[in-house]
């Protein structure tokens, strides 16, 4: 795996930009934090606690860890919890109080964001809606509670409500929340695609600087990044995409923090969301391996064609498909967690190449890939070297931090080490 040159200009960067930026937002410094990068975080999936437990968590590396998820329902009134995770809740915040991390819920997610738009529609809902937030925070003694509403005034899963003005009464809702005894203390956050949110004609706004003053910070979810049979398999979470082909130019940390910052939510209060797990593509040889390097290995062809609605499942996280919340029916993933793809023979345990994997670099977007010709599968995916350049990004840009979808799906905090390194 090739050093990236790209690396080393931005290592430079960094040294120059620790001695002028500063952080007027920053509410949660930790008193022993060597690094500008203050909020350190992930989500924890209370549905793969079988697997990850609360004690293997490395809550002395975090600052912030957010569950997931509550999601809303017809109801405004109601926010809805599984029985398991209420029971698992409270001991997720326990846990994180006797560790000195905040501790955030997260409502919505792709299939639990379906009725946002009912519960800040009008002035009773809003109303509604707050106090069962609030009535949440007080029953389970959270820090905080991050909005995982990713398109207000747009279309997700298939079957969310939609409001032109989603916008403009999510802003609405947040400020009546923030206005609350209890909202006045909260971590309030919200995780975001890599457009801005929406205005009324479906267009991405160029105006959020409000948002700024009641939310902490947005995580931008610079991860399942899209790809298209007709560009081709691309990047799962490109650091940058402007020198990627015209037609897979779908978004990138640079574009995303660019265009939130020209929206008006300053740099300093965003947290750049990274994957600890890649996406991968049914390919054949032909189109996936572009010829032999100087060394006589083979070289990835990067944007290989691929068809689409052909997919594998990963690893043993990984859904087996089936029908979604509205009634769809969707197949598997094909996602691989950074310690699935050690599990499944693509990398070694030290994050090296084994024998019978191809791998490349893309020096564009940043990240690695990685191909089993046997099994024709071509994955996109993040390691130690790309969340180094990750981490160094967010130092040199000034942002708040990062937040690691999800904690769970590192291998010995190989990738958290190395977006915290800076």
């Given at each position: 795996m090739r050093f990236s040159a790209t690396l080393v200009l931005i290592l430079a960067a960094a040294s120059a930009a620790k001695t002028h930026n500063s952080h007027p937002h920053r509410h949660h410094r930790r008193a022993n934090s060597t690094s500008h990068s203050v909020i350190s975080s992930a989500w924890f999936a209370g549905w793969h606690v079988a697997d990850f437990p609360l004690d293997q968590v490395s809550w002395s590396k975090y600052t912030h860890m957010t569950y997931a998820f509550a999601i809303t329902t017809p109801k405004p009134s109601v926010i809805s919890l599984e029985s398991s995770d209420q029971q698992l809740l409270p001991q997720f915040v326990a846990t994180a109080r006797k560790r000195g991390v905040k501790a955030s819920l997260s409502i919505?997610?792709?299939?639990?964001?379906?009725y946002f738009s009912p519960s800040v529609g009008s002035t009773q809902n809003r109303t509604a809606f707050v106090t069962a937030v609030t009535d949440l925070v007080q029953q389970y003694s959270l820090d905080g509670i991050e909005f995982d509403w990713e398109y207000p005034g747009l279309q997700g899963i298939g079957c969310n409500v939609v409001n032109p003005d989603d916008t403009s009464n999510f802003l609405t809702f947040l400020k009546e929340?923030?206005?609350?005894?209890?909202?006045?203390?909260?971590?309030?956050?919200?995780?975001?695609?890599?457009?801005?949110?929406?205005?009324?004609t479906g267009q991405p706004s160029a105006k959020l600087s409000e948002f700024s003053q009641v939310l902490d910070y947005i995580t931008i979810m610079n991860y399942d990044t899209k790809s298209t049979p007709s560009s081709g398999a691309g990047p799962d979470a490109p650091l940058d995409d402007s020198c990627a082909p015209s037609g897979s130019q779908f978004g990138s940390a640079k574009s995303s923090v660019s265009a939130w910052t020209s929206a008006g939510i300053p740099a300093n209060q965003i947290v750049l969301g990274v994957?600890?797990?890649?996406?991968?593509?049914?390919i054949p040889p032909s189109a996936a391996l572009s010829g032999q390097s100087t060394n006589g290995n083979e070289?990835?062809?990067?944007?290989?064609?691929?068809?689409?609605?052909?997919?594998?499942?990963?690893?043993?996280?990984?859904?087996?498909?089936?029908?979604?919340?509205?009634?769809?029916?969707?197949?598997?993933?094909?996602?691989?967690?950074?310690?699935?793809?050690?599990?499944?023979?693509?990398?070694?345990?030290?994050?090296?190449?084994?024998?019978?994997?191809?791998?490349?670099?893309d020096n564009c977007s940043q990240t690695?890939?990685?191909?089993?010709?046997?099994?024709?599968?071509?994955?996109?995916?993040?390691?130690?070297?790309?969340?180094?350049?990750?981490?160094?990004?967010?130092?040199?840009?000034?942002?708040?931090?990062?937040?690691?979808?999800?904690?769970?799906?590192?291998?010995?905090?190989?990738?958290?080490?190395?977006?915290?390194?800076?």
């Open positions: 919505g997610g792709w299939t639990g964001s379906r929340l923030r206005s609350t005894s209890t909202g006045q203390g909260l971590v309030l956050s919200a995780a975001v695609y890599t457009k801005p949110f929406a205005d009324t994957p600890a797990y890649g996406h991968s593509f049914v070289t990835l062809s990067l944007y290989p064609a691929y068809t689409a609605n052909n997919t594998r499942k990963g690893d043993r996280w990984d859904g087996d498909g089936g029908i979604d919340v509205c009634g769809n029916p969707v197949g598997p993933g094909g996602v691989y967690t950074y310690w699935g793809l050690i599990d499944e023979g693509y990398l070694n345990a030290d994050g090296t190449i084994p024998e019978g994997i191809d791998s490349d670099f690695p890939f990685l191909y089993n010709q046997n099994k024709q599968i071509y994955i996109s995916y993040d390691n130690a070297e790309s969340f180094t350049i990750k981490g160094n990004f967010v130092n040199v840009t000034g942002l708040a931090g990062f937040a690691m979808w999800e904690a769970g799906g590192d291998y010995k905090d190989v990738l958290l080490d190395s977006i915290s390194a800076f």
